[in-house]
């Protein structure tokens, strides 16, 4: 019998997002593109940066870049730190107002003084593209059409383009968040999936995520899931965007892959790490998404399918 040498254990198959948001972008592109062809119109995001968070700072301009080189016609309102509540809703009042803008996205978090829930439900719901205005966030409960969040639609692409078959699999979620949690339990019980989410309270979280085929990670905690959570061939998709900085971490979340993040480490300062155990994981689960590479680039790709989206639906084209 042939014995599996050190370098040849099993590993997970790795679920491509970065792959699956290029295809999710490339038909955006074709749309936008036929769109203004045929009806003179170009789809317009508007996102609204408040203060100098760098991390936000990152995120908007990957916003903005990708939707520009899809064709579609962006813009950035970068607000001080010490914009009030209700300037920034009047900044929302004006885009809410202007016909070139389809889509508005408040990049989150907001500085702590300003009232997030009136900003989010200050914005016009069928130019909300990230899917937060209760009106949304309904309509995804009850199973009527709307705007998605854009994560957890990345996420339900994701398992849809790969094949994975959602009627009856148990899916399992870590993590309750309104962003990410909770409408992705709505997306997966559309989809017949039978649902559990856990949070920071659930007793025995290895047990209940040990029972799924399909296990989100959506905490923000590094390493969080470990190899004893994960059902062995179960489908693991890590969403948790943390920066590791400690080499010694990489050497223990790697293990014989950490060299690589130990030069990124040395270079930047940090590494891109998820709630997943790497190491650990990939020798359990059957598909695993990277962190980076998995569910990151599919967050932005669906963004501009939701501005593209929007951009139809005020027209109904
Ligand atoms: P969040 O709002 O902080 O929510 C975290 C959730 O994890 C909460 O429900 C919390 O439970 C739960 N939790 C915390 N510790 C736990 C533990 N020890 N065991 C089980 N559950 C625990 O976070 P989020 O906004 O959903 O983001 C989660 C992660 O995803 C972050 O790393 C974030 O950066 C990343 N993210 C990535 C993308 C992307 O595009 N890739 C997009 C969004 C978020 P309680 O509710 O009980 O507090």
Do not use: W
């Not at 900044?91 to 889509?103: C, H, K, P, S």
């Not at 009232?115 to 199973?143: C, Q, R, T, Y």
């Not at 999936?193 to 905690?221: K, M, Q, Y």
Request: charged share 25%; net charge neutral; aromatic share 2%.
């Amino acid at each position: 019998m042939m014995t599996l040498c050190q370098s040849e254990e099993r590993r997970a198959t790795v679920l491509d997002g970065a792959r699956v948001a290029e295809e999710i972008k490339r038909e955006v592109a074709g749309e936008v593109s036929r769109l203004r062809e045929t009806h003179g119109v170009r789809p317009g995001l508007a996102v609204v940066r408040v203060g100098d968070d760098p991390a936000s700072a990152v995120y908007v301009g990957s916003k903005i870049r990708t939707s520009e080189s899809l064709g579609l016609r962006s813009e950035q309102i970068a607000l001080s730190a010490e914009t009030k509540t209700d300037q920034l809703l009047q900044t929302i009042d004006t885009l809410n107002a202007r016909e070139a803008v389809d889509g508005i996205l408040v990049q989150l978090p907001l500085p702590l003084a300003i009232d997030e829930s009136k900003v989010l439900e200050a914005i016009d719901p069928g130019k909300d593209v990230d899917g937060f205005h209760p009106l949304n966030v309904g309509n995804l409960a009850l199973g009527r059409a709307g705007f998605v969040p854009c994560t957890p639609a990345g996420i339900y692409e994701l398992l849809v383009r790969e094949g994975v078959s959602l009627r009856g699999a148990r899916a399992c979620i870590v993590g309750r968040s309104n962003i990410v949690g909770r409408p992705l339990a709505q997306l997966l019980l559309r989809a017949d999936a039978t649902v559990t989410i856990c949070h920071s309270r659930t007793t025995n979280l290895s047990e209940v995520t040990r029972t799924a085929d399909i296990l989100i990670a959506a905490v923000g905690r590094i390493g969080l899931i470990r190899g004893e959570h994960v059902k062995p061939g179960a489908i693991v998709i890590d969403v948790g965007m943390n920066r590791l900085t400690s080499e010694a971490g990489a050497r223990e979340l790697f293990g014989d892959r950490a060299a690589e993040r130990i030069e990124v480490i040395r270079k930047r300062g940090a590494t891109l790490i998820g709630d997943v155990h790497p190491a650990e994981v990939e020798k359990v689960a059957g598909r695993l998404t990277p962190v980076p590479g998995g569910v990151g680039p599919l967050t932005v790709a669906m963004l501009m399918k939701n501005t593209l989206l929007a951009a139809k639906r005020r027209r109904e084209l």
